[in-house]
């Protein structure tokens, strides 16, 4: 890049490596997450005052807190300095990280010493309360410090080690080993997965660094040359990559924050079946609400970086109906299932013309919101030809019967983070996310250049109209399967045998426990060359049901764990579950074609039980 340059005729000065520039990035972007971490930190003093203040020795708890609030003081001055001086130079901002390090570091100190002062008071819902604060903290160190791979560690250790000494030294309690050897995978998994973290946002600080390094550069450049030109080209190209690297960042971040949601939710459940203690069956289901909206934040913040980024190219097609809605019907019938609503699609013989993507995400949208607002009653998707001044078009519908939406609401319902609110308030699996589902498909209609509108009234339901152009059908489509047979209902997971194919030891576990805790047998694997070795064996049993993660070691997937145990029985057409922690699509057309339902990290046991129900025809 120099030596081109030196051909200009007006030289750039010198500037800072990007590399240097990118050191510099790394510790702007400490500072600029502070004000979220005081505030975490805040929150979880409150919770370990409220929770703890009655039960612990006041000496204790107040020398605690003490210490708490003077190392948050401290680190509310370091960001008040910073915001004073953020022009500060390179040399300055590693000045003050290495206080900002200590005090990081004294923090995670503070939660490990809280584990050994308080555990062991109050019910089991006290210790679950400590385990789950002091385990998101280390969550939330993965954003804040994966670019500082030694400080994490050290934090994280100072967190965790601790936590796993006292719990493995309690031997008034029988489970106290398994928690320890849980929380010390969780440890490992943690570390790995701020690794990836680390990797991919080193990854766009560095590209960001390099852009804006030649972009300077150009800025200084006074005559227009093939040169110059040249350089503006790779200059839009580090552009597109830095963004196409954010996209990838969200991406692999979503899916690695999947994997220890899942396991937490799982070992919740399990908790909670081996525990009949009504405050613990509460906090375990506060937990579980949380692991799922957590789940449809990943999905919204991604779709709206595509967008935003222009990472949505639109590449139309002739869409059979047919085949939409079969996708659809796929992935909502269990949920639909669960709730007692009745899932209808009509007009399957229409064919349009449009991205099949996009607008398959537009009606997954849709239909998850009106399942979502619809407590009976049920949802129709609806395709009808209709005569419009420009020609024919295609009416696509989606009607609910829930809680409707004002008209005073329709409207801002557009608008991100808005969120409907009704005449009553809203059940908690109605609040969940953050109002960004009608935001993407206003953005995605905009793309694919259709007219979308709705109608509505309180309390009776709403219905959501877009206008498609009408294409003409392709040759050659999938052929339609039955996705709704449903085996007698009332029948129980007691004996039924169900195979689980996982390589994370974490989520295995969690999958074998709580489907034990439901009444099966349950035979685990964790690679597909162990099942075919199982496989083999003369004489066994065939199982009931097939419940296999997407991902497996040695470049294999889950696809082929299912056409091994489906050739050893050819006579039974074994039912199968797929669990994946991708959100990058195309897993669909998979799932028609090898007949299995899809579920997306992390799974909520509830949803889990619902989707077993569906497969099996059992309660």
Request: glycine share 8%; net charge positive.
């Amino acid at each position: 890049m120099s030596a081109d340059l030196a051909h200009v005729a007006h030289p750039a000065p010198a500037l800072p490596a990007p590399a240097a520039a990118g050191r510099v990035d790394h510790i702007r972007a400490l500072y600029v997450q502070t004000p979220a971490t005081l505030t975490g930190n805040f929150i979880g003093m409150v919770l370990m005052t409220a929770i703890f203040g009655p039960l612990a020795e006041p000496v204790r708890m107040l020398g605690w807190l003490a210490v708490a609030v003077a190392l948050w003081l401290l680190r509310l001055a370091h960001y008040i300095r910073f915001r004073r001086q953020r022009d500060a130079d390179g040399g300055t901002l590693r000045l003050w990280r290495r206080s900002w390090m200590a005090l990081v570091l004294a923090q995670g100190a503070l939660w490990g010493v809280a584990v050994w002062l308080f555990w062991g008071l109050g019910t089991p819902y006290h210790v679950v309360s400590l385990i789950l604060i002091v385990y998101s903290y280390c969550l939330g160190s993965v954003q804040l410090l994966a670019t500082q791979s030694r400080v994490f560690l050290a934090f994280i250790s100072l967190v965790l080690i601790p936590t796993i000494a006292r719990i493995a030294s309690d031997a008034s309690q029988p489970w106290h080993l398994q928690l320890a050897v849980i929380l010390a995978l969780l440890f490992c998994i943690t570390v790995l997965m701020a690794r990836t973290y680390g990797s991919a946002l080193g990854q766009a600080i560095t590209l960001k660094a390099r852009t804006d390094d030649l972009a300077e550069r150009l800025r200084h450049e006074m005559v227009v040359t093939e040169e110059a030109r040249r350089v503006a080209e790779e200059a839009r190209r580090a552009a597109e990559a830095a963004n196409r690297a954010k996209t990838q960042f969200f991406a692999a971040a979503s899916h690695d924050l999947r994997q220890p949601l899942h396991a937490m939710g799982l070992f919740a459940e399990a908790l909670r079946q081996r525990s009949h203690d009504p405050e613990v069956a509460s906090l375990v289901h506060s937990i579980n609400e949380s692991v799922d909206a957590l789940e449809g934040l990943f999905g919204e913040l991604l779709d709206i970086t595509r967008i935003d980024t222009g990472g949505v190219e639109v590449h139309p097609a002739p869409v059979r109906m047919r085949d939409l809605f079969q996708r659809l019907r796929l992935h909502f019938e269990p949920v639909a299932f669960e709730k007692g609503l009745m899932l209808s699609f009509r007009g399957e013989q229409q064919v349009t013309h449009a991205d099949p993507v996009l607008l398959e995400r537009v009606l997954r949208n849709l239909v998850s919101n009106a399942i979502r607002y619809s407590d009976d009653g049920g949802v129709l998707v609806s395709c009808r030809l209709r005569t419009a001044a420009a020609g024919p078009r295609l009416l696509l519908q989606v009607w609910d019967s829930g809680i409707g939406i004002a008209e005073a609401s329709l409207p801002r319902i557009w608008d991100e983070f808005f969120q409907v609110h009704g005449n009553r308030p809203l059940e908690a699996h109605q609040r969940k996310g953050l109002g960004l589902g009608l935001a993407i498909v206003k953005r995605l209609a905009g793309l694919l250049q259709v007219p979308i509108s709705v109608r509505s009234r309180v309390g009776h339901g709403t219905v959501f109209s877009l206008e498609l152009p009408v294409g003409k059908a392709p040759r050659r489509s999938l052929e339609t399967t039955s996705g709704s047979v449903k085996l007698p209902i009332g029948l129980t997971l007691d004996g039924r045998l169900i195979i689980v194919v996982e390589d994370e030891a974490v989520v295995r576990e969690g999958l074998v426990v709580l489907l034990q805790a439901w009444g099966a047998r349950v035979i685990a694997f964790d690679t597909i060359a162990a099942l075919e070795a199982w496989l083999a064996t003369p004489g066994i049993e065939p199982p009931d049901l097939q419940l296999v993660d997407y991902r497996l070691p040695e470049g294999r997937t889950g696809i082929e764990a299912l056409v091994a145990m489906r050739a050893r029985w050819p006579e039974r057409k074994l039912p199968a579950i797929m669990i994946t922690g991708s959100t990058m699509g195309g897993h669909e057309d998979e799932a028609v074609t090898h007949d299995y339902h899809l579920l997306i990290k992390p799974v909520l046991p509830n949803k889990l039980r619902a989707m077993i129900a569906f497969k099996l025809g059992v309660r």
